[in-house]
């Protein structure tokens, strides 16, 4: 998932500054918003997995922990309405959303001035939980490397616990 967002992210970047004449300038949005759909399926499925299992013990002090789980939640919520807001982006014109050619979404709702809005809220989520995502990265380096405890190691190999 963390690779699917950033390579979505890169792509996101790189196509809002394609001109109409570039040969991507259709492909790109086409790759862009089907990876966004795949993305959201995993999601789900991660949302899934998450409720019905239980997290691991949490490291270090009680402001430290509660950051974390606040992290967490924002790492589900982020993606989850970058999503929804790049659908508004999609069919704010009326027509459904094609997913690599095999499904449609309908657009279920359009209102005045909604690409626009969508979109400026589409590029502030993006940016926003890229910045999220550094900062879990700092904070996992910063277990492993300074705290010395096994979280970082927890990320990179989950397992269950005993």
């Known amino acids: 998932m963390a690779l699917l967002i ?3 992210f890169a ?3 790189w196509m809002v500054e394609l001109t109409y ?5 259709k492909t ?4 862009h918003k089907g990876l966004g759909v795949l993305m959201f399926v995993l999601l789900l499925l991660r949302l899934a997995v998450r409720v019905t299992s239980t997290s691991p013990k949490a490291f270090g002090n009680a402001l430290e922990q509660m950051a974390a789980r606040f ?4 790492l589900y919520l982020l993606p989850l ?4 807001s790049g659908y508004l982006i999609s069919t704010a014109d ?3 959303l094609d997913v690599f050619g095999l499904v449609s979404v309908p657009a279920l709702m359009t209102f005045e001035g909604q690409e626009d809005f969508a979109g400026d809220l589409h590029a502030l989520l993006a940016w926003s939980l890229i910045g999220l995502v550094a900062l879990h990265a700092l904070a996992a380096l910063k277990h492993h490397l300074i705290d010395k405890d096994t ?3 927890r990320i990179l190999r989950p397992q269950k616990e005993a």
């Open 6 to 8: 950033l390579g979505l």
């Open 11 to 13: 792509l996101g970047l």
């Open 21 to 25: 004449y570039s040969p991507w300038y």
């Open 28 to 31: 790109a949005p086409f790759w």
């Open 71 to 74: 992290t967490h939640l924002l």
């Open 81 to 84: 309405a970058l999503v929804f």
């Open 94 to 96: 009326g027509r459904p």
């Open 151 to 153: 979280t970082l190691l």
